[in-house]
């Protein structure tokens, strides 16, 4: 099994929606020293690990926009009852239908009525 220590570090930054630069300064820590923990160069005290574990373990991913938005993956929420209505979409899935990536975050719904098409055939062939 490879190191889950960059993924978590890189998860809790992303859930709070921060830069590396800024997830460092919430850490205590250098900017560079996020880098190095993100990148498997080096691991977090076990102080700080806690505090990352702390920030995942309280967090509603499902609800972390900036998580979502800037995830390369394919990430799309919806409503449960209209799979049509984007709540959010991540950049990952822009960039696989052809879109801005930034001009779908700032505003999904027109995207999403005239190119859903485009969108659904991304998912579809898991890009």
Avoid at 59 to 83: G, L, V
Wanted: net charge positive; with cysteine; aromatic share 8%.
């Amino acid at each position: 099994m490879s190191n889950p220590i960059p993924f978590m570090v890189r998860r809790a930054r992303l859930l709070r929606g921060e830069t590396q630069g800024d997830f460092a300064f919430h850490m205590g820590v250098d900017p560079a020293t996020v880098s190095r923990w993100e990148t498997s160069r080096i691991a977090p005290t076990p102080f700080k690990l806690s505090e990352i574990r702390r920030i995942i373990a309280t967090a509603e991913p499902c609800h972390s926009r900036a998580y979502i938005e800037a995830a390369p993956t394919i990430k799309y929420m919806c409503q449960r009852d209209n799979f049509l209505k984007p709540l959010v979409i991540s950049r990952g899935l822009a960039e696989a239908a052809g879109f801005d990536p930034d001009d779908v975050i700032r505003n999904p719904e027109p995207y999403m009525k005239e190119g859903i098409r485009r969108l659904n055939k991304a998912v579809q062939r898991g890009a």
